[in-house]
């Protein structure tokens, strides 16, 4: 039977009976999002890593003093960036759109930073634009990082990565990378993004629709003038 805190006023059976269908569908998606998460955890150390470098805010800065105190594991987001365009990737930019609003939330427990093969003053100004003031942005000191991590091939063609690492004592080692690309569908990363899972929840679900540069800025124009104090 289900649940009659989410049903309306004047449901039919119809809607009544397929909800109940979906509500046992949504359980056994939870239980199983569970089970695979307590896989991702109980896996075996990976590789020690080099304590690679980066510049953030004109000073170098290694892998190693991204980690604070107490908070033995990082959590990377690599954006990417096409050098031969001199632009960033509108769909990671999605991405981090998101981590900006929660990442107060996630550095209370893990410690959580965006990098990329861009410039330093590419990457400020892009920062600008989208109002990233809130996390920490640092430029690879070359290729060397993201080719390890996969988040960019030997021709310089970059993919948007996750990457996770463990710090214990002077000793770094890979937890975990993500890319977009699982199998046959660009699914790989979508539970990071709360975006997909809203749309999702219409019934034109997500479609075709993806992030744009374009869409962004007039949709925060449009929200510009929107007010912003309660009466």
């Not at 056994?28 to 075996?44: F, G, T």
């Not at 991204?66 to 999605?94: G, I, N, Q, R, T």
């Not at 990329?116 to 003053?121: K, M, T, Y």
């Amino acid at each position: 039977m289900a649940d009659s805190s989410l049903l309306m006023p004047g449901v039919d059976e119809a809607y009544r009976r397929s909800r109940d269908r979906l509500r046992s569908a949504e359980i056994e998606l939870r239980d199983r999002i569970e089970e695979v998460a307590a896989m991702r955890r109980s896996l075996p150390p990976g590789p020690v890593v080099p304590d690679y470098e980066f510049i953030e805010d004109g000073n170098r800065v290694r892998l190693s003093e991204l980690f604070a105190e107490k908070k033995p594991y990082l959590v990377l987001y690599h954006l990417m960036y096409w050098a031969d365009d001199d632009s960033f990737c509108p769909m990671c930019s999605l991405w981090i759109d998101g981590f900006n609003g929660i990442v107060p939330h996630v550095t209370q427990r893990a410690n959580f930073v965006i990098a990329s093969r861009a410039p330093v003053d590419k990457l400020e100004a892009w920062r600008a634009h989208r109002e990233w003031y809130r996390l920490r942005l640092l430029a690879d000191d070359g290729p060397a990082f993201a080719r390890a991590i996969d988040a960019e091939d030997a021709d310089g063609n970059p993919d948007s990565t996750i990457v996770v690492f463990a710090k214990n004592g002077d000793e770094i080692r890979h937890v975990y990378t993500a890319h977009p690309m699982l199998a046959d569908r660009e699914r790989g990363i979508d539970l990071l993004s709360p975006v997909w899972h809203l749309f999702d929840l219409t019934p034109s679900g997500r479609g075709d629709w993806s992030g744009s540069d374009d869409g962004f800025d007039a949709a925060m124009q449009t929200l510009a003038f929107r007010p912003t104090t309660r009466s």
